[in-house]
DNA sequence: CTCTCACATGCGCGATTATGCATATGGCCA
DNA sequence: TGGCCATATGCATAATCGCGCATGTGAGAG
């Protein structure tokens, strides 16, 4: 197949932008708290980082129960054009402003730089459900 | 719908991405020579010139019977960003290569910097089909 | 070993998309 | 006006895609 047009195939779907908006300013987040961010089933949130990994543009890697996504650090240049491109969109989409900010108060939340869900359910923070409570609220 | 993704999408296939190449570095294109160029049946330049039109990406304007494509002169910066990330993939693509070799030989047909099929056959040029030849050729 | 939790994935469905054929449109010319 | 040429488009079909549900997998905790 072509892979270019992987590449760029990737990039046509708004969960996919959505996902590597915040990946592009974070070092590294993983699933559950993507899927806080974005408040998508925690399914959707998966099937659409498999999309982009399979294209080339993220690497995964597991730390205990968790699996951390990040931009990938084999990014042809061609790419990094097209994450610039995407990064100016960043005013201009309210998605990405409110992803940002739920993601800025889940991140907040982590122990020695780790995500930590188990931690939030001792804490109690209703204001940040569990992923498979997210799951349940998504209604579309 | 969202117009942003909606830019994206366009780019995920590669008789657009060839159609955009080859518009990007002539001022304007006429139909029949983005069909020559791209060898591919006409009323698929076509469709997929109207995908990119639909998208912003292009402005078309007739001239007697026939039709010129061009860049969009409104272009976002977002999209110039995209156009250069496209373009660093020139030198990789064999396509491209080819695609820019047969408009070259084609745009240098004309009259007056105007598409002149008629007088191609009156040149009795064979190594330049005309649209219709071209079409006949398609076997995929 | 078993239970739980985080994440991935097989499957079916409805929607969208690309393709090819045939034909319509619209301008030019005789 | 009729015919030709460049281009667009209606239609049917096959392929692809995103979604949702359910379930599988694999790691850690008790």
């Known amino acids: ?26 070092r590294e987040i993983c699933v559950c708290e993507l899927v806080d961010a974005l408040q998508v089933p925690q399914y ?8 982009l990994t399979n294209a080339g543009w993220l ?17 042809r240049p061609f790419q990094h054009d097209l994450l610039r491109a995407i990064g100016r969109l960043r005013e201009g989409r309210e998605d990405f402003r409110q992803d940002e900010a739920r993601a800025g108060r889940r991140l907040m939340l982590r122990r020695d730089g780790l995500c930590c869900v188990g931690l939030v359910s001792k ?15 998504e209604t579309r």
């Open 123 to 137: 804490i109690g923070a209703a204001t940040v459900p569990t992923s498979r409570q997210a799951q349940a609220q």
């Open 44 to 51: 959707k949130a998966s099937r659409h980082l498999q999309v």
């Open 1 to 26: 197949m072509d892979r270019d047009v992987e590449i760029l195939q990737a990039l046509g779907d708004p969960t996919r932008l959505r996902l590597l908006n915040l990946l592009e300013q974070a």
């Open 59 to 75: 690497e995964d890697h597991r730390r205990g129960k968790w699996v951390y996504y990040r931009i990938s650090t084999r990014l």
